[in-house]
């Protein structure tokens, strides 16, 4: 995965957490060269239902997920570490959800904007 692109999300990020009216995104950067990438939904016990949450690693030429947890796909997803035989899934998983956080920032900053 090019990590440009993962880099230009995260700068637009303003905060760990971005709130929409289905749920929230969070971007954490951890450790070294470590993130975690996760849209949230509250479930009924007021406990986080990830949909996904995805782990990996970043260097200055590529972001790599290495972990998957999927509470709403139907069976329950989770890849705990990063193999060739699952890495099609995670990278698949990975792009989907950058892309629908991506969304989310645009529509953020279009509402920030149109509140100045």
């Known amino acids: 995965m090019d990590y440009e692109r993962f880099a230009r999300l995260?700068?637009?990020f303003t905060d760990e957490k971005l709130l929409t009216n289905e749920g929230f995104y969070r971007l954490r950067l951890s450790g070294k060269a470590q993130f975690e990438l996760a849209f949230i939904k509250t479930g009924p016990c007021g406990e986080s239902v990830y949909q996904p949450l995805i782990k990996g690693t970043f260097s200055e030429k590529e972001?790599?997920?290495?972990?998957?947890?999927?509470?709403?796909?139907?069976?329950?997803?989770q890849i705990s570490q990063r193999a060739s035989e699952n890495?099609?899934?995670l990278d698949k998983a990975f792009v989907e959800l950058m892309e629908k956080c991506e969304q989310a920032?645009?529509?953020n900053e279009t509402a920030q904007e149109a509140a100045r």
């Open 63 to 77: 972001a790599i997920p290495t972990y998957l947890l999927d509470l709403a796909a139907q069976p329950m997803t």
């Open 105 to 107: 920032v645009a529509v």
């Open 10 to 12: 995260q700068a637009r």
């Open 87 to 89: 890495a099609a899934v």
